[in-house]
C-alpha cells in the first residue's frame, strides 16, 4: 500500500490565477508554454491524467491541493470524478470576508477533506480569529484535517514566472500550530515538510499536542538550514518523538511532464527502512495514517 498524502492539483484555473497576477493578457495556455509544462486542459482530463501516473507508479490514493484560493471546484470535479482515489485538500485565504462560509461549502457541498492554510502568504497570525473561525467549521465536521504550511515558503512556479512572493515568514511558526491544535483536540493538524526548516519547533508541537502530524513531503531542501542534518536524522527523530502513528509519507508533486516525484519516495522509502521499524510502522507511513485521517468510501467520517 502507498498513498500520497501531499500533492498539487495545477488546474486552469490555477494557471489563469497566475496570468492575471501578472497583469499581461496572457491565457493558462500561454503560461504552460513558457514553462514547458503540458496543458492541465479540463479539471476532468487532468485527474485522468493524474491517476494515470499514479497506476504506473503504484500509489493507490493522492491528496490533491487546490493550490490558489477560489479553485476548489477543479480539484471537486477531480475527486468525483476518481472518488476512490484522490482526497481533495483547499488552499483557503482566511482573510477573505467569506472565508468561513467559503471553507463550509466545499466541505459540505464539494466534499473536500482538507483545509489548507498559509499564514506566511496570507499575512495572518495563527492566533487571529479569523483562523479559528475557519478551524471551527472543520471542528463540526469530523474527518476534516487542517494542514498549516509552517518555515521556509518557496513556490517554484512563481519564481520561473517571474511573480514576487511577498511572504512573512514570521507567521508560520509550528508552536502557533500547537495552540491552536490544544484548542481544537479533535480537528486533525498537518504540519508539511516537518515545519520546513523550523524542525526543532514542529517537533515541539507535537510533542506537545497529540493531533499534530507531521508530512514528510518534497526533497526537504530545508535541512541545508541546518549544517549536517539527513534526512535519515530527521525521520529518526520523528519517529522518536511522534511515533510511526503521526508521520503521514508525501511528495509534494505537481506539473506535468515530471509528474509523481518517484525520486521523492525512493529516499525516503530507503530512509524509513534504514531505520529498522517494523513493517507494521513502515505501513503506517507510507498510507496506514492517510487511511485512518481519511479512510476511503466517504467524506468527513474519521477520528483523530
Request: with cysteine.
Amino acid at each position: 500500500m502507498l498513498h500520497d498524502a501531499h500533492c498539487h492539483f495545477f488546474s486552469t484555473r490555477f494557471f489563469d490565477t497566475l496570468a492575471r497576477q501578472r497583469g499581461r493578457a496572457e491565457s493558462a495556455l500561454d503560461l504552460t508554454r513558457e514553462l514547458q509544462w503540458e496543458d492541465p486542459e479540463s479539471p476532468a482530463a487532468l485527474a485522468d491524467r493524474w491517476v494515470r501516473e499514479l497506476d504506473t507508479r503504484g500509489v493507490t490514493r493522492a491528496a490533491l491541493i487546490a493550490s490558489v484560493p477560489g479553485d476548489e471546484s477543479s480539484v471537486a470535479a477531480a475527486v468525483a470524478r476518481h472518488p476512490t482515489r484522490l482526497v481533495g485538500y483547499f488552499m483557503l485565504d482566511p482573510t477573505a470576508p467569506d472565508a468561513a462560509a467559503a471553507a463550509a461549502r466545499a466541505l459540505d457541498e464539494q466534499h473536500l477533506r482538507g483545509i489548507c492554510l498559509f499564514p506566511a502568504m496570507h499575512h495572518t497570525a495563527l492566533d487571529d480569529p479569523r483562523i479559528a473561525a475557519v478551524v471551527d467549521v472543520a471542528a463540526g465536521r469530523p474527518g476534516t484535517i487542517v494542514f498549516v504550511h509552517c518555515g521556509a515558503l518557496s513556490i517554484g512556479v512563481r519564481k520561473k514566472l517571474g511573480l514576487p512572493s511577498r511572504f512573512d515568514l514570521r507567521l508560520g511558526d509550528p508552536l502557533g500550530v500547537a495552540r491552536l491544535a490544544a484548542a481544537f483536540p479533535t480537528v486533525p493538524f498537518v504540519i508539511p515538510h516537518f515545519g520546513a526548516g523550523l524542525f526543532r519547533e514542529a517537533l515541539m508541537a507535537v510533542d506537545a499536542v497529540p493531533n499534530i502530524y507531521l508530512d514528510t513531503s518534497s526533497s526537504n531542501a530545508w535541512m541545508r538550514f541546518t549544517p549536517g542534518l539527513t534526512l535519515d536524522e530527521v525521520l529518526r527523530t520523528s519517529v522518536s518523538v511522534a511515533g510511526a502513528s503521526r508521520l503521514l509519507f508525501g511528495t509534494d508533486s505537481s506539473f506535468f511532464p515530471r509528474g509523481w516525484q518517484a525520486g521523492v519516495h525512493s529516499a525516503q522509502r530507503l530512509a524509513v527502512e534504514r531505520l529498522g521499524l517494523t513493517a507494521a510502522d513502515e505501513g503506517l507511513i507510507f498510507g496506514g495514517n492517510f487511511d485512518r485521517l481519511v479512510p476511503p468510501g466517504g467524506a468527513h467520517a474519521s477520528r483523530v
